[in-house]
């Protein structure tokens, strides 16, 4: 049985509580910066939070509640100027400190590279997003302690896909069995599985209550979880 090698994170939601007070707020002022009268609540954005990818979120919320935007001949590049407005937005936001870490992944980090396990990231959200938030949160040099970042536009199916894992582990050149998945969404943790990954799930505020059948675990967080024990649900125990 092959031991641990890598830890392949989720960002949003797994990292950090970034949905709710770090997306949103960014999606609603690119909105008004782009003269749209749209706003997402709290409640509406969990909803949308079943539609992976920010581009796919926008284009889903204009074709289902705004049609008449979704009909502009130039609602293409309009999706494409809202998220590059809002991926401004949200960066600044990280940047003055409005996002922490959830407990337990500073410290899981800085074990996982002291034992010489790599790490990875595997998420939907944008590469600038991810570069902000670990440089923020973990120091300016964090962007390096990863092997490999899949963010993105990288593959084009997103999450409950698995094609961002297939990516990675290509790229870390590991077997999936090497490996663990730290999520925190159903639809993440169907991708982590659909990569023949063991996951661990990490309940955030916006997935309570979703269906996390077949994960090695569901913990409220990473606080008190040691590195060992992480090894061990790569194993099944």
């Known amino acids: ?42 409640v509406l954005y969990g909803r949308l939070l079943d539609i992976t990818g920010g581009k796919e979120r ?19 590049r309009l999706v494409h100027q809202v998220h590059a407005a809002k991926t401004a937005h949200y960066v600044g936001l990280v940047g003055r400190g409005g996002v922490a870490l959830r407990p337990g992944i500073a410290r899981l980090v800085d074990e996982a590279r002291r034992a010489g396990i790599r790490l990875a990231i595997a998420t939907t959200t944008s590469a600038a997003n991810v570069d902000a938030l670990l440089h923020a949160s973990l120091g300016p ?21 698995p094609d ?29 599985q659909g990569a023949g990954l063991a996951t661990v799930v990490t309940v955030s505020e ?22 060992a024990e992480l090894g061990q649900a790569t194993r099944g125990l």
């Open 58 to 76: 926008i284009r889903h919320f204009a074709e289902h509640c705004a049609p008449a935007v979704a009909a502009r001949p130039d609602f293409d």
């Open 164 to 192: 961002i894992y297939l990516w990675v582990l290509e790229k870390l050149q590991l077997p999936a069995a090497a490996c663990l998945a730290i999520e925190d969404s159903a639809n993440g943790l169907r991708a982590a």
């Open 1 to 42: 049985m092959n031991p641990l090698q890598a830890i392949i994170f989720d960002v949003d939601g797994t990292l950090a509580e970034t949905e709710r007070d770090g997306h949103r707020p960014a999606f609603n002022r690119a909105f008004t910066e782009c003269g749209l009268n749209w706003h997402w609540d709290e």
């Open 206 to 227: 916006y997935t309570a209550g979703q269906d996390f059948a077949g994960a090695r675990r569901v913990l409220p967080h990473l606080g008190g979880l040691s590195l």
């Open 141 to 161: 040099d964090a962007a390096g302690w990863f092997a490999v970042i899949g963010a993105g536009d990288i593959v084009p199916a997103k999450k409950p896909a």
